[in-house]
């Protein structure tokens, strides 16, 4: 029944849109296999905004399509919950983003504690960057800022950050958001919201006229620093044997799981600060788990109380011998790495080694996600990018329409110019030399202007085909010529995947 229905709802807007679109396009709109699966229910909405005159049909409809991914999943929580009360692709965007915005607030707010609200202030405490950017706007506090942000410097080891919010005015004013922070030896500074520290009188003032707040703060403080026993948690801690896993689900889009297995860890004796553990790398099928490779981990551990309560831990990697290996096994490298961390001691010993496990954990998962050796066992002669979807939105999927077509073609003919060579060989532009120096404008514009004035054309297309690999370039004097990328090949065998 569902194949009827999806099949019947193909054939209706074969017909609705057939003066619209070519019918090669409209075939292959109608076979894209997102829709597909979506049994045609948003295919109408997609052939009604796409316009034919879209430069890059296939790159509008990927677009268009991830905004409809992100509409179904949260239809129910929209107020036009129909796709047909859209009447624009931007209408559709903007509710789904305006949507997005407002999880990701009610998600800020779970991210600090608030210990003190009356009718005009609020006291939190961030816990994480994000947080502290959000209730640490309209301030210059470097704890809050967008570049070179401070947090995790000011919150580790025994350190405690508090935000003093006016809620009917949070801005506009040196006092509308007032930063107390607490160093690791307990003293205590007061920050306007310009990021001056305040004198004594203005402390004072503040202590004198909101008693109740400002005790809370201190209360606080006393009951969150009794808790560390520093030394025989950091003590504890690495004697807590436990298991970690951090995991690369899809790996590759493989249909594969890689896990990363932490276990450990054990004191060394007659030799204090040093532990030993294991680290093991695991490949599944969704039925069985294959061993890729294993390591015995070397772990040193210097407690660092002068430089505030944190510790230093490095850790070293030794491999494991297998005699014989077992099928899947395969030597990833890592004995050459070495993990160095310095680290706050958390509030326990179980959290302090879960921090320090996981950390370990998720370093390796990055080495290991980009490890060709792995990607080789699970994917074979494929080979993989990750596109900047969020600046440039280009993905390369198709090798035989659009732009990435038009390259790829220019650079198999042997050609060899800049990017302005290429725009104007394949009729984007107009090009003209007056007086020994070149001028390009619009097809048919005949607007002319200095190649300096076209440094942006097309940007985002050209940097996504260098990232993706499929493009390079080669400097000869002061200009930057074209060239195959290191991953040309692949992407024209349909080789290269956008992960």
């Not at 859209?86 to 305006?98: D, R, S």
């Not at 491999?319 to 395969?330: A, K, L, Q, S």
Request: contains cysteine.
């Amino acid at each position: 029944m569902s194949i009827l229905l999806r099949e019947g709802r193909k054939e209706d807007l074969k017909k609705k849109y057939s003066d619209k679109f070519d019918e090669k396009v409209l075939d292959w709109i109608l076979n894209i296999s997102d829709l597909v699966d979506f049994n045609h229910k948003y295919t109408d909405f997609v052939l009604r905004v796409l316009e034919n005159e879209d430069i890059d049909v296939a790159e509008k409809v990927e677009t268009i399509i991830e905004e409809l991914k992100l509409f179904d999943k949260y239809q129910n929580q929209l107020e036009k919950k129909d796709i047909n009360q859209y009447k624009t692709f931007t209408e559709l965007q903007n509710a789904v983003t305006t949507l997005q915005q407002k999880e990701k607030e009610k998600e800020l707010e779970g991210q600090v504690d608030k210990i003190y609200e009356d009718d005009t202030f609020v006291v939190v405490i961030p816990k994480t960057q994000q947080a502290s950017c959000k209730y640490g706007s309209n301030t210059r506090w470097c704890t809050a800022a967008k570049l070179d942000n401070r947090f995790v410097a000011y919150t580790q080891g025994n350190q405690r950050l508090y935000y003093i919010i006016n809620k009917k005015k949070s801005s506009g004013s040196d006092y509308s958001k007032i930063a107390i922070h607490f160093n690791n030896s307990g003293r205590k500074t007061y920050w306007d919201s310009s990021d001056y520290n305040m004198n004594g009188r203005e402390v004072e003032v503040l202590n004198y006229a909101f008693p109740e707040m400002m005790q809370t703060i201190d209360k606080d403080y006393s009951t969150y620093i009794s808790k560390f026993d520093r030394e025989s948690i950091l003590r504890d801690a690495f004697n807590t044997n436990k298991k970690t896993i951090s995991s690369l689900p899809n790996y590759l889009e493989s249909g594969k799981d890689i896990f990363i297995v932490v276990e450990g860890f054990d004191s060394i004796p007659d030799m204090k600060g040093h532990y030993e553990g294991t680290v093991q790398i695991d490949w599944s099928d969704g039925y069985d788990n294959f061993l890729v490779d294993k390591y015995n981990l070397f772990i040193t551990v210097q407690y660092k109380p002068i430089d505030g309560d944190t510790y230093r831990a490095v850790v070293e990697f030794n491999g494991v011998d297998f005699d014989p290996p077992p099928e899947y096994f395969r030597d990833l490298g890592l004995e050459t790495e070495q993990i160095y961390n310095t680290m706050p001691i958390k509030e326990d010993a179980s959290e302090t080694h879960s921090f320090f496990a996981r950390s370990i954990a998720d370093k390796i998962r990055t080495y290991v996600g980009q490890n060709p050796v792995l990607q080789k066992l699970v994917a074979g002669d494929k080979k993989f990018w990750r596109p900047d979807r969020f600046h440039y939105g280009y993905t390369f999927k198709r090798a035989d329409k659009g732009y990435i077509k038009k390259l790829t073609d220019w650079l198999d003919a042997g050609k060899v110019g800049t990017k302005l060579d290429f725009l104007t060989d394949i009729g984007q532009l107009d090009k003209k030399v007056e007086n020994g120096k070149t001028y390009y404008s619009f097809k048919d514009k005949n607007i002319f202007l200095p190649s300096k004035d076209w440094r942006g054309q097309f940007s985002s297309f050209f940097a996504s085909a260098r990232l993706a690999g499929i493009l390079g370039y080669k400097k000869e004097g002061n200009k930057f010529l074209l060239a195959k990328g290191p991953n040309f090949d692949a992407f024209k065998e349909g080789n290269l995947k956008a992960l």
